[in-house]
């Protein structure tokens, strides 16, 4: 990786990278076939990272949420909050952010070198609303957005990663969320 700001290269092996997260749980580090297929599509899907009563819970929270929020606590009226709360930091997602997003000089084993900078909650029903793509047009960049995706042979820096998960089962050509892939070129082998 290639520190700017000391027109050097930062030597990865010296980078105090998260190996737990904010529950204790180890970080689980991104396969060589997962890097490779996300450098060169632009996303990747791992199924099952979630045990099924979780989900269940997760999409039960969901729908008071959307549906009925008062019947929350006050404290929990939030995406960020009860059992989503185990989505921010989960062990794969911290795995994959310290790969491509982490900034090094701000990880240790107290800090993630990365930030969460929203949440958000998409109910869809079949049938329901069209599709339009998002946050691909480049139309409205401000300076210092990092929506640039860089690499060098054996490293790459995704600057606008999203996470989603799918609380609800996923079938080809059923609806749901699209991605399209990207004309990377494979800095992993």
Sequence with gaps: VFEQSRLGFVDMDAVDLPRTNADGEPVVEPTPEQRYLFDTQGWILIPGVLPADEVEEMRAFCERLHRNP????????????GPLERLTDHPVIVGFMNEFLAHPALSSQDCYGFRMESASLCVRSAGEGTFGPHNGNGLWRLPGDSHNYRCIPGKARSGLTCIVWELNEVEHGGGGTMLVNGSHKAAFS
Excluded: G, H, K, V
């Design 70 to 81: 008062e019947s929350l606590p006050e404290d929990e009226r939030s995406l960020i909050a």
